[in-house]
């Protein structure tokens, strides 16, 4: 049965996601634009009057514009999938967000079935496989992706489609390679326990397994499908891909499922790698919380992903994007094997890792933390050696042939 | 000339590509010999690691991030060209010392123009400093392309392109400018933009 604490957090997070994703895009635009060295939208302020408050009335103006688009469903598309797609993308983005915790607890204790428990700061608390329900829901935004480009019945979109799709397959092997690391060492897929467990040692998991991180973290950019990894749309040759043919309110709904996907991945990355809600000396770690920690510890974690999106938003101005042999190659010979590598060394320290480093008198966390960043550096290097040294995919010359 | 003979002559034929794209009937005339193949630079050790690019493109971003900002607040503030004299705005019929229009109607200006927005009509000059003067003189400003070339051909630097940019109006008819109004535009531009040339009695 839904409780009312239940409904009251459901309605809060929708309210609060939908409101962070209008603002961010206001905040993407700016940030855009700065870098491009314009001042961005600054004009909208309060509507009918001349306060502009720095632009910050621009996302009001946003959706009443979208929202007052016609809504036009061009020919010859497949009606059902065509509008079905931005739904499952929308509601699988969404139903991931059941199991991130936006903080740790609040101190009120309410009675639930006759036991008493603090108000946890998640939808759905005590998800024994959070992580796993995280990627499964996210994951489902492929088949949008690929309704929306075939339905769409337009040559572009499909290709947008099946691009995005190859791309979205792959790299969710390095994603769940890189989760399988965090997950081994904290002995739990529950995400309220991977944060409690880094907040406890003191110890990030970014500092122990830097291997993890990177491999998560560039998988993490290529599953939000933003710049550089962004084939799917690929606005210079394939018009917006799969969704070329959408308007309105049905592209609303897939833009802000792309800033979903963007908090999503940026949440994972906090909570798994840097530490969700913990910062040294500032929130504590126990699970007994007063007012001002509990909210300090929402602010940091906020403040976090909110770095973690400012950095996504950088990214996309930084570097070219990759073709689509490389981004392959890219998933398949070096995130893999890095992802297999950085398993193989959290298995064995996992093993042996506390009778080596007792023997040796240090901190195991300290001997982990070493041997991660020597093992990310080999293993970089190794790949930097052994990759093809020019990204030139023509025919070769001894192939191309008599003329 | 001899068609297989790889020479001079020849160099704007292209080779045929390697996947048959630009496979042709006739052997195209290009020896292997003269083929130089371009070759892609080998990345040294740094650009393997990936990491001068990812410090490189970081580094720009965040750069122009911080950097002065360019952008202009029109309409408070207003964009100053760095030269008046050569920007190409809106046109103006310049006036003589006399206060007449320069213009003697020699059609060079309309005969030059790519767009074809230049209407004159020709009559006989009142003045006996010259034979014809335009009756009418209309310049179509949405058809116009701004490429300066009427103001290259005038013989008697009568019509000019003037430092206004923000040029609009709310119908077709209000964007076709006849003589009055070019010659307003002299009247109100002459003080900050003076005549380029002050030949012929300017």
Known sequence: MPTLETLVKIALLIAGLMTAAAYLVLVERWVAAWIQDRLGPNRVGIPLTKVRLFGLGQPIADGVKFLSKEECTPAYVDRLLYFLAPIIMFVAAMAAFAVVPIGSVLPIDVEIDGTTRPIELVVAPGVDVGTVFVFAAGSIAVFGVLLGGWASNNKYSLLGGLRSGAQLLSYELPLGLGILGVVMVAGSLRLETIITQQAQSGVWNAAIEPLGLLVFFVAGFAESGRLPFDLAEAEQELVGGYHTEYGGIKLLLILVTEFLHMFIASFMIVILFFGGWHLWGLTGSGSEVTWPVAIIRVLVLLGKVLLTILFFMVARWSWPRFRFDQLMTMAWKVLLPLGLVNLLTLAVWVEYGDRVSRAMGLPPLAVMAVCGWIVLIVAWAVLAWALPNTTDNRPRRESAGEL | ?202
Not at chain 2, 6 to 17: M, N
Request: hydrophobic fraction near 35%; include cysteine.
């Open chain 2, 1 to 202: 000339m001899k068609r297989d003979d790889p020479g001079k002559g020849d160099r704007h034929l292209l080779p045929t590509g390697p996947d048959g794209c630009f496979a042709q009937k006739v052997p195209v005339p290009v020896s292997r010999a003269k083929l130089r193949w371009i070759e892609e630079p080998k990345l040294g050790p740094a650009g393997r690691t990936y990491l001068p690019l990812f410090l490189g493109g970081l580094t720009t971003t965040l750069r122009h991030l911080l950097g002065r900002k360019v952008t202009v607040q029109s309409p408070e503030e207003r964009y100053s060209p760095p030269d008046p004299l050569i920007y190409r705005g809106v046109h103006r019929l310049n006036r003589d010392a006399e206060g007449r229009v320069k213009c003697v109607a020699c059609f060079l200006c309309a005969t030059a123009c790519p767009a074809h927005c230049i209407d004159i009509v020709a009559a006989e000059s009142p003045w006996p400093d010259r034979e014809k003067y335009p009756q009418t003189f209309n310049i179509d400003e949405l058809r116009c392309i701004f490429c300066g070339m009427c103001e290259e051909a005038c013989p008697v630097d009568a019509i000019e392109l003037t430092s206004l940019y923000d040029l609009s109006g709310k119908s077709r008819e209000e964007m076709i400018f006849d003589k009055a109004k070019l010659l307003g535009i002299y009247d109100m531009t002459k003080d900050a933009e003076p005549m380029r040339s002050s030949r012929n009695g300017g």
